[in-house]
């Protein structure tokens, strides 16, 4: 079996790409590399290949990663050399390792992820914050016995409340400030993120911001994965 | 904020923010500083259509060959994004290198279809530009030149008054050079006149601002002048005689949002020698010149290769009329089976050759059958001049259901010059005797089948012999429909038909004269714009303009012109000459047909320019 992991960043303005365009984008890189992807059997044969975890429009990641299975064997240096030469700019692949494996998928294995949340502080609030009022506001919106979001159902695409205290692992907070002087939250979150429980960075920063009384656009915040974790302690 | 920063912002607001990104797979990154002229190729419709269409593809390869010019590409935004394009004052901007259109040298539309003209001004007024030209030109600051081309191009005159030049006929030579010689002229510091005046030596140029136009007072066109003795008149269509050697896109973009065809697309030829009197491209991609068979066998494999993509299509008038075409399926179906690529034919002339190569490419998808009649009798044909016979489509059909198709789509058009009733009867006969094979051959049980009769209404075009002729209104569009939805009330029938409102307007601008240019300023301003698209389409904003306007629909739409009225377009030469047109025009009226030119040619005057290699070839 012929089985790798690529990991790759992205970043950029290509982070504007969904989930399925992405999808689209690697069937044709794989393709133009002229690495033949192995297809599954069946009456409508796709090639193999899968993201470990889906990421939400809009956020950029230093941690993706794609499993796939080649027609025939190579060495993943070559795999990771033709994908660096193939892929738009913004999509850097960073590694790609051989993955004997018995598991099904990486997606089924996935069990939480790390973010970064950089939400900028409109100036008439900068003042009063720095590292000491955040982490007193985080303990206090961690405290609390149920944080309740608002959630989109999938099925009825109605909000629906969900309680999201259990979901969040961790989450520590800076105060930072940027080159032009402007001050901005930097939460480090930690959530679920697998198929049997999965949070959105969504819905902590629909909650927390409000917690702290912020007025923030969305549009202002940036949202990166740092690190997705496995629970048979798969690393990549 | 800078405007690259406030994109971000707006990107995050956005449906579909992957339309505005670029950087796509085959995009071309180039440093502005390095070149001579910037293009900014705009294409006036949303990302998904524009990335699929070839043209731009050709034109952005052809123009980025040239080491000091840049070409860079600009879709129209979608509501939601312009919308807060205007909230946040942001200019409309290149997605290559995001620069605002008003800092190009060169900014670029593709007239592909007249409702996307109000899109053309409302890109243009999202890049901050001024709409007519002559205020560009009166302005203190320093406006892009701003050019236009495509097939509606060879009707100009309703935009004369918002572009500068206009390129007329094949782009692949001309465009480059003349970027090229303005990006000389800027640098030796000459006149905007003076590069005109060198410009318009070129076949293809059209300046409208070296013309004038005068009206008799029953609105005709009174006479058409040059204002400068070095204008030429008329602007002949540039004409590239061999198109074998061609840039030709191997490495077209992959776009990243889903694009309606998401394929690789090889030109077979350009033109066709059929003769279809109603059909405009028939007319003016005249004469027929084909690429080889090896040429077209390596563009494909090698754009494959280069893409990804897992569809081939072949694009032209008339795929199976290329002169090799067996030989070339021969090559091509293996070598796609073999790449895991499918491959599809548009527009074959389903013959005994076609059903075996269809047989073969569609293992299983024996789908839809597609046939285009155009018209319901045989009289009507003639008039139109369309090569088909009943008797070759139900022979065809009858071979279609035998192997095991279920869908036939059929084609028509109404409101065809000397178009009567019965006419419109044949459309309904000819749906029966398809459902009546259908019994014959599979019971009067014969499962799942089911015929699709489409009609659009005919829409009079510049440079084709139907250039004089009358277009129903509205009320006798609606009455055939109403008539033909009574008529085709048959089991195992579907009818289908097209809005009525946009082919009158379209109508309007197909034959339109410069003064359509406050038609379509008033249709803008009343925010008229994506007329394509069914959900943006705003009539209450075409209807006031028209009022606005004070512009006589029925003038455009319904008049019948004489043969010797001066026509907005008799500005340019086609190439295809009126006395062929008129004569055309008579055999319709006289239901005699002309024959397809490579039986011999048949005059249509195209060679007094170029050579034509497939006169008589059958
Ligand atoms: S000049 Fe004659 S051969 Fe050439 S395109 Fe016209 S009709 Fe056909």
Same mark, same amino acid.
């Given at each position: 079996?012929?089985?790798?992991?690529?990991?790759?960043?992205?970043?950029?303005?290509?982070?504007?790409?969904?989930?399925?365009?992405?999808?689209?984008?690697?069937?044709?890189?794989?393709?133009?590399?002229?690495?033949?992807?192995?297809?599954?059997?069946?009456?409508?044969?796709?090639?193999?290949?899968?993201?470990?975890?889906?990421?939400?429009?809009?956020?950029?990641?230093?941690?993706?990663?794609?499993?796939?299975?080649?027609?025939?064997?190579?060495?993943?240096?070559?795999?990771?050399?033709?994908?660096?030469?193939?892929?738009?700019?913004?999509?850097?692949?960073?590694?790609?390792?051989?993955?004997?494996?018995?598991?099904?998928?990486?997606?089924?294995?996935?069990?939480?992820?790390?973010?970064?949340?950089?939400?900028?502080?409109?100036?008439?609030?900068?003042?009063?914050?720095?590292?000491?009022?955040?982490?007193? /506001?985080?303990?206090?919106? &961690? %405290?609390?016995?149920? !944080?309740?979001? *608002?959630? +989109?159902? /999938?099925?009825?695409?109605? &909000? %629906?409340?969900?309680? !999201?205290?259990? *979901?969040? +692992?961790?989450?520590?907070?800076?105060?930072?400030?940027?080159?032009?002087?402007?001050?901005?939250?930097?939460?480090?979150?930690?959530?679920?993120?697998?198929?049997?429980?999965?949070?959105?960075?969504?819905?902590?920063?629909?909650?927390?911001?409000?917690?702290?009384?912020?007025?923030?656009?969305?549009?202002?915040?940036?949202?990166?994965?740092?690190?997705?974790?496995?629970?048979?302690?798969?690393?990549? | 904020?800078?405007?690259?920063?406030?994109?971000?912002?707006?990107?995050?607001?956005?449906?579909?923010?992957?339309?505005?990104?670029?950087?796509?797979?085959?995009?071309?990154?180039?440093?502005?500083?390095?070149?001579?002229?910037?293009?900014?190729?705009?294409?006036?419709?949303?990302?998904?259509?524009?990335?699929?269409?070839?043209?731009?593809?050709?034109?952005?390869?052809?123009?980025?060959?040239?080491?000091?010019?840049?070409?860079?590409?600009?879709?129209?935004?979608?509501?939601?994004?312009?919308?807060?394009?205007?909230?946040?004052?942001?200019?409309?901007?290149?997605?290559?290198?995001?620069?605002?259109?008003?800092?190009?040298?060169?900014?670029?539309?593709?007239?592909?279809?007249?409702?996307?003209?109000?899109?053309?001004?409302?890109?243009?007024?999202?890049?901050?530009?001024?709409?007519?030209?002559?205020?560009?030109?009166?302005?203190?600051?320093?406006?892009?030149?701003?050019?236009?081309?495509?097939?509606?191009?060879?009707?100009?005159?309703?935009?004369?008054?918002?572009?500068?030049?206009?390129?007329?006929?094949?782009?692949?030579?001309?465009?480059?050079?003349?970027?090229?010689?303005?990006?000389?002229?800027?640098?030796?510091?000459?006149?905007?006149?003076?590069?005109?005046?060198?410009?318009?030596?070129?076949?293809?140029?059209?300046?409208?601002?070296?013309?004038?136009?005068?009206?008799?007072?029953?609105?005709?066109?009174?006479?058409?002048?040059?204002?400068?003795?070095?204008?030429?008149?008329?602007?002949?269509?540039?004409?590239?005689?061999?198109?074998?050697?061609?840039?030709?896109?191997?490495?077209?973009?992959?776009?990243?949002?889903?694009?309606?065809?998401?394929?690789?697309?090889?030109?077979?030829?350009?033109?066709?020698?059929?003769?279809?009197?109603?059909?405009?491209?028939?007319?003016?991609?005249?004469?027929?010149?084909?690429?080889?068979?090896?040429?077209?066998?390596?563009?494909?494999?090698?754009?494959?290769?280069?893409?990804?993509?897992?569809?081939?299509?072949?694009?032209?008038?008339?795929?199976?009329?290329?002169?090799?075409?067996?030989?070339?399926?021969?090559?091509?179906?293996?070598?796609?089976?073999?790449?895991?690529?499918?491959?599809?034919?548009?527009?074959?002339?389903?013959?005994?050759?076609?059903?075996?190569?269809?047989?073969?490419?569609?293992?299983?998808?024996?789908?839809?059958?597609?046939?285009?009649?155009?018209?319901?009798?045989?009289?009507?044909?003639?008039?139109?001049?369309?090569?088909?016979?009943?008797?070759?489509?139900?022979?065809?059909?009858?071979?279609?259901?035998?192997?095991?198709?279920?869908?036939?789509?059929?084609?028509?058009?109404?409101?065809?010059?000397?178009?009567?009733?019965?006419?419109?009867?044949?459309?309904?006969?000819?749906?029966?005797?398809?459902?009546?094979?259908?019994?014959?051959?599979?019971?009067?049980?014969?499962?799942?089948?089911?015929?699709?009769?489409?009609?659009?209404?005919?829409?009079?075009?510049?440079?084709?012999?139907?250039?004089?002729?009358?277009?129903?209104?509205?009320?006798?569009?609606?009455?055939?429909?109403?008539?033909?939805?009574?008529?085709?009330?048959?089991?195992?029938?579907?009818?289908?038909?097209?809005?009525?409102?946009?082919?009158?307007?379209?109508?309007?601008?197909?034959?339109?004269?410069?003064?359509?240019?406050?038609?379509?300023?008033?249709?803008?301003?009343?925010?008229?714009?994506?007329?394509?698209?069914?959900?943006?389409?705003?009539?209450?904003?075409?209807?006031?303009?028209?009022?606005?306007?004070?512009?006589?629909?029925?003038?455009?739409?319904?008049?019948?012109?004489?043969?010797?009225?001066?026509?907005?377009?008799?500005?340019?030469?086609?190439?295809?000459?009126?006395?062929?047109?008129?004569?055309?025009?008579?055999?319709?009226?006289?239901?005699?047909?002309?024959?397809?030119?490579?039986?011999?040619?048949?005059?249509?005057?195209?060679?007094?320019?170029?050579?034509?290699?497939?006169?008589?070839?059958?």
């Amino acid at each position: 079996m012929n089985r790798y992991v690529l990991k790759f960043y992205k970043d950029g303005y290509v982070k504007y790409t969904s989930h399925l365009d992405l999808l689209r984008i690697f069937k044709r890189s794989f393709k133009k590399t002229g690495l033949a992807l192995q297809y599954s059997q069946g009456f409508n044969p796709h090639p193999k290949m899968g993201f470990a975890q889906p990421l939400s429009l809009g956020y950029s990641s230093k941690c993706e990663l794609i499993e796939f299975e080649t027609a025939e064997n190579h060495d993943p240096a070559d795999i990771l050399q033709k994908m660096k030469d193939v892929l738009p700019e913004g999509l850097e692949p960073v590694s790609c390792v051989r993955f004997e494996s018995n598991i099904k998928s990486l997606a089924g294995e996935a069990d939480s992820a790390e973010y970064v949340v950089w939400a900028p502080l409109p100036e008439s609030a900068a003042a009063d914050w720095n590292n000491d009022v955040l982490t007193g /506001k985080i303990s206090d919106y &961690l %405290a609390q016995t149920e !944080i309740t979001a *608002m959630k +989109r159902q /999938k099925k009825t695409k109605k &909000l %629906a409340p969900v309680d !999201i205290r259990k *979901m969040i +692992r961790g989450m520590q907070g800076m105060v930072v400030t940027d080159v032009e002087g402007r001050k901005a939250l930097m939460l480090n979150l930690h959530l679920d993120c697998g198929s049997t429980s999965n949070l959105s960075p969504e819905l902590v920063i629909s909650t927390f911001l409000p917690f702290c009384s912020l007025d923030i656009e969305r549009y202002d915040v940036e949202v990166e994965r740092k690190t997705l974790k496995f629970v048979k302690n798969l690393q990549f | 904020m800078n405007y690259t920063e406030k994109l971000n912002q707006l990107l995050k607001r956005v449906e579909k923010p992957g339309r505005y990104i670029g950087g796509e797979i085959n995009s071309v990154k180039k440093n502005p500083a390095d070149v001579d002229a910037r293009f900014a190729f705009c294409f006036p419709d949303l990302y998904e259509i524009g990335m699929s269409y070839l043209g731009m593809q050709i034109l952005y390869k052809t123009l980025n060959d040239r080491e000091k010019i840049y070409c860079e590409r600009v879709f129209a935004p979608g509501v939601d994004m312009e919308a807060l394009m205007r909230e946040e004052n942001m200019p409309l901007m290149t997605l290559e290198t995001k620069t605002p259109l008003g800092e190009m040298d060169f900014v670029g539309f593709t007239l592909q279809y007249e409702m996307s003209y109000t899109t053309v001004l409302n890109m243009m007024d999202l890049a901050q530009l001024p709409l007519k030209a002559a205020d560009r030109a009166a302005s203190e600051k320093e406006y892009p030149l701003v050019v236009a081309g495509g097939p509606c191009a060879l009707n100009p005159e309703p935009l004369a008054d918002f572009i500068d030049m206009f390129f007329i006929g094949d782009g692949e030579v001309v465009l480059p050079a003349v970027v090229e010689l303005y990006g000389e002229c800027r640098k030796k510091g000459m006149s905007r006149e003076e590069f005109y005046r060198e410009a318009c030596k070129m076949d293809g140029v059209y300046i409208p601002s070296l013309y004038d136009v005068t009206y008799n007072e029953d609105g005709t066109i009174k006479e058409l002048c040059k204002l400068y003795d070095w204008a030429p008149m008329p602007v002949r269509r540039a004409i590239i005689e061999n198109i074998e050697e061609l840039p030709f896109p191997t490495n077209p973009i992959v776009p990243f949002v889903e694009a309606v065809h998401d394929r690789s697309v090889v030109e077979t030829f350009r033109g066709c020698t059929r003769g279809c009197r109603f059909c405009q491209a028939g007319m003016i991609y005249r004469p027929v010149r084909e690429r080889s068979r090896e040429k077209i066998m390596q563009l494909a494999m090698d754009n494959l290769h280069n893409t990804g993509n897992d569809e081939l299509s072949l694009l032209s008038l008339s795929t199976s009329d290329y002169s090799q075409f067996e030989e070339l399926c021969n090559e091509l179906i293996p070598a796609c089976k073999r790449e895991n690529v499918s491959l599809s034919l548009p527009s074959l002339r389903i013959d005994k050759f076609a059903f075996d190569v269809l047989n073969k490419i569609q293992e299983y998808r024996k789908s839809g059958l597609t046939y285009a009649p155009e018209a319901g009798t045989q009289r009507l044909r003639d008039v139109i001049n369309k090569g088909v016979t009943e008797a070759d489509i139900y022979k065809s059909i009858e071979q279609a259901l035998e192997l095991g198709w279920t869908n036939i789509k059929l084609y028509f058009m109404i409101g065809l010059p000397t178009e009567t009733d019965e006419d419109l009867d044949g459309i309904a006969e000819i749906a029966r005797n398809i459902v009546d094979l259908n019994y014959k051959i599979n019971g009067r049980k014969g499962g799942r089948f089911n015929v699709t009769v489409s009609v659009s209404n005919f829409v009079p075009k510049a440079n084709t012999p139907f250039q004089w002729e009358s277009q129903n209104t509205a009320e006798e569009f609606a009455r055939k429909h109403n008539y033909l939805t009574d008529k085709l009330r048959m089991k195992h029938v579907t009818f289908n038909y097209h809005d009525n409102a946009t082919s009158s307007f379209e109508a309007v601008f197909a034959r339109g004269d410069r003064r359509c240019s406050e038609l379509l300023l008033a249709a803008f301003r009343n925010g008229c714009k994506l007329d394509s698209w069914t959900e943006h389409f705003k009539p209450e904003g075409w209807e006031k303009a028209f009022a606005d306007s004070r512009i006589n629909r029925s003038f455009y739409t319904e008049r019948k012109r004489e043969f010797d009225e001066v026509l907005p377009w008799d500005i340019i030469d086609s190439g295809v000459s009126k006395k062929f047109l008129k004569l055309e025009a008579e055999r319709a009226y006289n239901e005699t047909t002309t024959h397809d030119c490579r039986h011999g040619c048949v005059g249509c005057g195209i060679n007094r320019y170029v050579k034509c290699e497939m006169e008589g070839t059958l």
